[in-house]
């Protein structure tokens, strides 16, 4: 016998019993697609502002679950480079795989061959050719939106083979590089003006990964290095600059960074040669 009220014994109405399982199932999961919407657009949101990044304990852990059996990291230096920065990639073998090759190498599919690669690095320093086509830059700057890595190195990319009245990385690049060459002193655009500054290399960012344990370059306050600079406009992060050591102490942007929603790009107004920890430094954050 059951009590009155048809109350058996606390078991679910039968209408309960007649419902699909996948309609129970589906209405569960329409209430968690927001909340799980909401966390991706944080996630973004926290890695677009360096909230987090590959430090931060809790996504360091995933990103190193994800990396278990990758190996080395694929890099490839467009380009020619100091001989100080092949020597260092050379030194870390272990860690990097990398490839040269030259911009001309790379037009015929810039997008397919990036892919296959974690850090692209755009250093023409060596050469006197400053030049990247516009489809090259546009596969950059896909490359860094789809969350690469880009290391471009003081002039290299501010001039375009079709067109003379493009100066600066903007055109060609989009909003990926961390600098800018809007200023023209004496009718010369910043960018193309190379200046030799006797100073040092100074800390600007305190919470940056890759100057972590490094000040001042040279250390010895005794010692000054010789930096071959342009005096370009910041639009990123500036995380060192440069000073001169003459009466007027003028400083020059020496790191910037730039985070996208997953990429990054980080500029150096110099040979990163020069300071070895800084770019051993800068590899590891950006692997």
């Not at 080395?72 to 380009?79: Q, W, Y």
């Not at 090259?136 to 501010?158: C, P, Q, T, W």
């Not at 940056?208 to 639009?235: C, H, R, Y």
């Amino acid at each position: 016998m059951y009590p009155e009220g048809n109350d058996a014994g606390g078991l679910p109405p039968a209408d309960d019993f007649n419902e699909p399982l996948g309609s129970k199932i589906g209405t569960h999961l329409e209430g968690l697609i927001p909340l799980i919407l909401i966390l991706i657009i944080g996630f973004f949101l926290a890695v677009r502002f360096d909230v987090i990044n590959t430090q931060t304990p809790v996504l360091g852990t995933v990103v190193d679950v994800f990396s278990i059996g990758e190996g080395k990291t694929k890099m490839l230096v467009v380009g020619s480079t100091s001989q100080e920065v092949i020597d260092i990639l050379n030194d870390n073998r272990d860690i990097i795989d990398y490839d040269l090759k030259d911009t001309f190498t790379l037009e015929r599919n810039p997008t397919e061959q990036l892919a296959n690669y974690k850090i692209v690095m755009l250093d023409q320093s060596q050469e006197a050719n400053k030049e990247v086509s516009k489809k090259l830059g546009e596969g950059i700057e896909k490359f860094v939106k789809n969350g690469g890595r880009l290391i471009i190195v003081a002039d290299s990319g501010i001039r375009r083979p079709d067109t003379f009245d493009v100066i600066g990385w903007r055109n060609t690049f989009g909003d990926v590089v961390p600098v800018d060459c809007d200023r023209i002193i004496n009718d010369q655009p910043t960018c193309t003006n190379r200046l030799l500054v006797r100073g040092k290399l100074f800390r600007e960012d305190e919470d940056s990964q890759i100057l972590k344990g490094i000040d001042i370059f040279p250390a010895d306050p005794n010692l000054n290095a010789t930096f071959e600079v342009f005096d370009v406009g910041v639009s990123g992060r500036e995380l060192a600059y440069i000073q001169s050591s003459g009466i007027d102490k003028k400083t020059y942007p020496a790191i910037v960074e730039k985070n996208l929603v997953i990429g990054k790009s980080i500029y150096f107004n110099y040979n990163p040669g020069i300071t070895r920890g800084i770019f051993e430094s800068t590899l590891d954050y950006l692997r």
